[in-house]
């Protein structure tokens, strides 16, 4: 999960096995959340997104769980791949209002994946 | 489409020179933000545009400018640069959220070295 300080958290996982990343967020107004995924050199790719309305949402072998009450977030990722070695990041997303919004990420986890 | 296409790739200034780091998407987004990345950690939001003419401060705004003279462009001016400033700089774009979707397209980014 996510923490501070300048180590990443590290998940390792053998090829095939399912993968939980989890994050904590801290703003109870967030209203929207997503995850990002960002390998080595490259900008992050978006994977999912959630509405604080929701408490799961489930795309192509991720789902992301939603839990208000704890604010705490999670990434499951099915069948985990060598190319889902990467660092994966939640955001969260306050609305000020209209089109005025901020994204707050998370520190990051660091997943290795072994063939 | 190019997406979000960030130049330099790399860069290396001496403390207290200027740059700009330039940032253009060609998905007629309303919504630009940079934002810097530290070792081991998250994403941190510096300036954001909600739109042509419109910009306002994110999370560590100090010693940077931004203007949006233009819905693709989004420039971000370094006007003395510090070594403490030595990261590396991503540019995203999104679409107005509209209540729809917030997710961010990222540039590859600019690796700056202040020595």
């Known amino acids: 999960g996510e923490s501070v300080g300048l180590h990443l958290p590290t998940l390792s996982v053998q090829e095939g096995d399912n993968s939980i990343i989890n994050c904590a967020y801290s703003?109870?107004?967030?209203?929207?959340f997503i995850w990002y995924k960002q390998e080595s050199g490259k900008g992050p790719q978006f994977i999912i997104d959630i509405r604080s309305n929701m408490d799961k949402r489930q795309g192509q072998r991720v789902t992301v769980l939603l839990n208000k009450t704890v604010k705490h977030l999670s990434l499951q990722i099915a069948a985990t791949q060598p190319g889902d070695s990467a660092v994966y990041f939640c955001?969260?997303?306050?609305?000020?209002?209209?089109?005025?919004?901020?994204?707050?990420f998370g520190k990051g986890t660091l997943l290795t994946v072994n063939p | 489409n190019a997406g979000v296409t960030q130049t330099p790739k790399f860069q290396v200034l001496k403390t207290g020179q200027s740059m700009t780091l330039q940032c253009a998407q060609d998905?007629?987004?309303?919504?630009m933000s940079w934002y810097r990345q530290d070792p081991g950690m998250g994403l941190r939001l510096i300036h954001y545009s909600v739109g042509a003419g419109i910009t306002d401060q994110g999370e560590v705004p100090n010693g940077y400018n931004v203007s949006r003279s233009t819905t693709e462009d989004f420039p971000l001016r370094l006007l003395s640069a510090a070594p403490s400033q030595t990261s590396v700089y991503f540019c995203?774009?999104?679409?107005?959220?509209?209540?729809?979707?917030?997710?961010?397209?990222f540039g590859p980014g600019t690796r700056l070295t202040v020595t």
């Open positions: 955001a969260e997303i306050v609305n000020s209002g209209g089109s005025n919004y901020k994204l707050t």
């Open positions: 995203a774009s999104s679409q107005t959220s509209g209540g729809s979707s917030y997710e961010q397209y």
């Open positions: 998905m007629n987004h309303e919504y």
């Open positions: 703003n109870s107004a967030s209203d929207y």
